[in-house]
């Protein structure tokens, strides 16, 4: 039986050593970078190797115009820039709301704070057309804000079906209510910190949603786990960092893997992202896909709807969070 209460991992295992633990240098560029503009074989391949490896690619030649990019920038600092009394009007800490201001994470993490703003913006369907509840100020806000969602959103979509490609899954599987639920574009502002070897912007996680397109900015903050090590992710002009959300991982029976990540502070300057996250609806249920399922691979994790999977998988488990796929299944088992 499908139990609903949310499930509270103990936060008694919290890791200093991991969550501050410094960024390893490495030569290689990371995300590997994935040209669009490539033949669509190449790019079919090219996603899911390194997909498969890291969880983590970016993306140039992708289509989405550079005006639309800076246009989105422009308004974002814009809207960071307004006095606070201009923004209270927004502000809320109730994650049901859709379309809010709020500081912090959206995770539950104990007693521990981040350093973060956030302006989260909902698209809802059928039409997208919520944009009534965006805010007013800067007044480019809704028309840009609006505009950059579409053509983002389009990319992950394009993304997802040059996966299905890869995969072997029908192409639209993807299509309907695993990716029509409301998509939330996010405009992160990490403020700089006085000590930033004990000050992140946001905890290790792993997205939930099904895949998520980030703008990084230029300023360095983005960590991704690989092999036990946090590594910087550095980003090429105008590429996007894409990664599988837990979803994805869901689907593929863990072919591809939602890997973790996390955002750290520097001291001296404020740094911008903007994310675009593409969900399925609350009652869509998710489980493996048949194609991947045989008598030597039976399914790793669960079908449940999209609804129950975020009502559990709300609280970061910090000490353990070097493995967040064990920690999925074993959520999993506990309900
Ligand atoms: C997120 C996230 C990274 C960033 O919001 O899930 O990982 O660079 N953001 O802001
Ligand atoms: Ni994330």
Redesign the pocket.
Known sequence: MLQTTAYHAPLLEYSKELLHKPATSTIALLPPVVDMSSSRDDVCHAILDAGKEYGFIQVVNHGVPEQAIRDMELVSQEFFQLSAADKEHLYSEDTNKPTRFFSGTTFETGSDKYSMNTLRLAYSFPNGDSSNDWPSSPPRLREVAMKYMELTRGLGMELLQLLCEGLGLRSDYFEGDISRGDAAL?L?QYPPSSDPSMTL??PP?C?RNLI?I?L?SAVK??QILYNGDWIDAQSVPNAFIVNFGLQLEVVTNGILKSIE?R?VTNSTVPRL?I?TFIHPTENCLIGPADEFLTEDNPPLYRAMTFGDFKHIYNVIKLGSSLNLTTNLRDIQENI
């Open positions: 996010s992160f912007g946001l996680h997205d998520t980030l990084p903050g983005l990540h955002v992202s994310g």
